[in-house]
């Protein structure tokens, strides 16, 4: 399930012609391409949405594209839609989706230029995938391959929050055994904090930013290690830095979760930011107004040495995702 091996992926890359007028070409690590357009940049990026509650289906179609543009410093502005479905998938369904799409793009006031729907016999479950795109200054451009040497790692949210969530809206009873009626309640109000349209386009305009990356499949261990593989350098991280939900001890406890997993649990909505030392204070205000929950987990370095530190000892960081993501979700 999920995102080819980084080797995979490279060979799969090898026949795509190279062409100037990409600044950002498909690379592992990179969630959007670039291109000139004009005195500007045009960011794109094409996403999939399967397997996620129906309610908020065509709201995250939107957001997770969404977020991939505006993470490099793009206000997303335009969008195409797929909706896909089995033969049996009554139109109603398309209408309901459509129409989640539609007051999702309004709210991020992007514009629906086209798309494709369709039933087909091979398709098993409802499939979107949304292609968005904007453009960006050429100056303002932020990629996750662009961080320094001497950047802070701040963290936007905490990590595991998108499994979570979709636990308790996915496994009600086994969620209220967990973590109660109440809380498993709010939890299922909560799948918006799975957008980082926001929070990316709040923390781009800061000087001093120099990369973002969510936190999507892979968790914090896939991001982190796909912005020092982009970048070219090293870090260090923390693990008592790490924001974690109250409700993680409790599924870590159900699911016999080690800590490399906790690290690796897919996030969407946590966003890795590499944040200049004298930009740091500009970045906690600007989150910290806007009511956004934010840490420092350590700080990137000149060697490409990657360690986690835990209780005052020192281990190489997990080069390797473990997302417990399916394992969780099947209760």
């Excluded at 800061?206 to 020092?228: F, K, P, Q, S, Y």
Aim: hydrophobic share 40%.
């Amino acid at each position: 399930m999920g995102k080819l091996s980084t080797e995979n992926l490279q060979r799969l890359l090898k026949c795509i012609k190279r062409d100037p007028r990409v600044i950002v070409p498909p690379s592992p690590g990179f969630d959007s391409g670039v291109h000139r357009l004009g005195n500007q940049y045009l960011v794109v990026s094409t996403d999939p949405c399967i397997g996620v509650p129906e309610k908020w289906f065509g709201w995250l179609l939107i957001h997770y594209a969404a977020s991939d543009v505006a993470l490099f410093g793009s206000k997303p502005e335009f969008c195409t839609i797929n909706l896909l479905g089995p033969t049996k998938t009554k139109p109603e369904i398309f209408y309901e989706v459509m129409d989640q799409t539609c007051s999702a793009a309004d709210e991020l006031q992007m514009t629906i230029v086209t798309g494709h729907t369709g039933t087909y016999e091979d398709v098993a479950a409802l499939t979107g995938v949304c292609t968005a795109y904007g453009t960006v200054a050429k100056n303002r451009l932020i990629t996750p391959g662009s961080a320094k040497a001497g950047d802070l790692i701040f963290c936007v949210k905490p990590i595991g929050l998108e499994t979570i969530i979709n636990f308790a809206l996915t496994h009600r009873t086994l969620a209220d055994r967990l973590f109660g009626t109440r809380q498993t309640r709010r939890l299922s109000t909560l799948v918006s904090m799975q957008s980082c349209v926001k929070e990316a386009l709040l923390i781009a305009k800061i000087r001093g930013v120099h990369a973002m990356h969510d936190a999507t499949e892979g968790g914090l261990t896939a991001a982190l290690n796909e912005i020092a593989e982009a970048s070219k350098i090293g870090f260090e991280m923390d693990f008592n830095k790490v924001p974690i939900p109250e409700e993680m001890p409790r599924l870590k406890q159900h699911f016999g979760l080690r800590d490399h997993e906790i690290l690796s649990m897919s996030s969407t909505g946590t966003i890795l930011v590499a944040v200049s030392p004298e930009a740091e204070g500009a970045a906690e205000n600007v989150l910290r107004r806007n009511n956004i929950e934010t840490s420092i987990l350590g700080r990137f370095v000149r060697n490409t040495g990657r360690f986690l530190l835990k209780n005052s000892r020192k281990t190489p960081f997990p080069r390797i995702a473990d997302d417990p993501y399916q394992r969780i979700l099947s209760g």
